[in-house]
């Protein structure tokens, strides 16, 4: 109940393509959605995050969709780069009022052709 | 933004030696923060979360005389392989969170850029 399935494993797109990224989890407790975005050698970087009491979330070229009822939450990269090209991984976390345990997808390595 | 420097970010060292890895919050007081191994192409492995002035709680499997962990102050806690063994190579990653007063919810983890230990 703790796991958070991420898929696909590896994405190709071409330069100013979408970027698609699937997340789906079991725990109900969870309430906070984050993604990461790591390059080699590099520790993970917050990208974008949600709640489930929102839908959406859009931070420029990135945009979280949420589905609370299907349990399940996407990372959609619009207009994708080669600069993208790293490793995602999407999270999840229960509710608290300090640092709480994050639950970590396998992760995604996308590349982006130019 | 938040920053966490991960201190150093290579150690190669010999097979029985004590490796001690540094994790700094620069900008904020880290009230907990959280280990991490991760292997390659692999997802990050949570090793143990510490409060500040707590002990580490660790991970089911992970040897708490293996890796000690001290969280001695809201900025600093250190992460110390004792006599490292070959398998003990890998990339550990440090992260930290702050606790706000009067704000329900999760604040956020802000990552250390790691460090890659190579025991020979």
């Known amino acids: 109940q703790q796991q958070v399935k991420q898929s696909p494993q590896s994405l190709i797109v071409q330069k100013g393509g979408i970027s698609i990224i699937n997340c789906a989890y079991e725990?109900?407790?969870?309430?906070?959605f984050p993604w990461y975005q790591q390059f080699p050698g590099k520790g993970p970087a917050l990208l974008i995050a949600i709640r489930p009491d929102v839908s959406e979330k859009k931070e420029g070229r990135f945009t979280i969709s949420f589905n609370k009822s299907a349990k399940q939450f996407s990372l959609h990269i619009m207009d994708s780069q080669p600069g993208d090209s790293a490793t995602y991984f999407c999270?999840?976390?229960?509710?608290?009022?300090?640092?709480?345990?994050?639950?970590f997808g396998e992760g995604t390595q996308l590349t982006v052709n130019p | 933004g938040a920053v966490v420097s991960q201190h150093p970010s290579r150690v190669i060292c010999k097979s029985g030696t004590s490796v001690k890895i540094e994790c700094r919050s620069l900008?904020?007081?880290?009230?907990?923060m959280f280990w991490y191994r991760q292997f390659p192409k692999q997802s990050l492995m949570l090793m143990a979360t510490?409060?500040?002035?707590?002990?580490?709680?660790?991970e089911q499997g992970v040897e708490k005389d293996k890796f000690l962990i001290n969280h001695a102050s809201l900025t600093l806690s250190t992460l110390t392989v004792t006599s490292a063994h070959p398998e003990d190579s890998s990339f550990y990653i440090c992260?930290?969170?702050?606790?706000?007063?009067?704000?329900?919810?999760?604040?956020?983890?802000?990552f250390g850029d790691g460090t890659r230990l190579s025991i020979l």
């Open positions: 992260s930290a969170s702050s606790r706000k007063r009067r704000t329900v919810g999760n604040q956020p983890q802000h």
């Open positions: 510490s409060n500040e002035g707590s002990k580490a709680t660790y």
């Open positions: 999270a999840a976390s229960p509710r608290g009022t300090s640092g709480s345990r994050l639950t």
């Open positions: 725990n109900t407790a969870f309430d906070y």
């Open positions: 900008d904020f007081q880290a009230t907990t």
